[in-house]
């Protein structure tokens, strides 16, 4: 209806995400993802992200913010993008020392 550029899922259950991201899809709409924590929210949302062509916004996880996580690999931000892991599950491990 051309009301909004996008729309925000703040911290919105995955199965809700995901239904939501499928009517997106179906109007064309844009939308972004909000779920604030350290790397496995990031990897999370990076992975939620790239399932749906229609997450074309900007989204929000705060990680940066933190200055220490107990899980690795911290995911260099390049030009406002993370790069999806390639790695099984998440792409992300328990630093057990670090815990």
Not at 11 to 40: C, D, W, Y
């Amino acid at each position: 209806m051309g009301m909004a550029d996008g729309y925000m899922l703040g911290h919105s259950p995955v199965g809700e995400a995901i239904k939501r991201a499928g009517l997106f899809k179906a109007a064309n709409v844009r939308f972004m993802l909000q779920k604030v924590g350290g790397n496995t929210t990031l990897a999370f949302v990076a992975h939620m992200g790239a399932a749906s062509d229609r997450a074309t916004l900007y989204h929000v996880t705060a990680t940066n913010l933190w200055e220490e996580d107990v899980v690795g690999p911290a995911f260099p931000v390049i030009s406002g993008q993370v790069r999806v892991p390639e790695t099984s599950g998440l792409g992300v491990k328990l630093d057990r020392g670090a815990l």
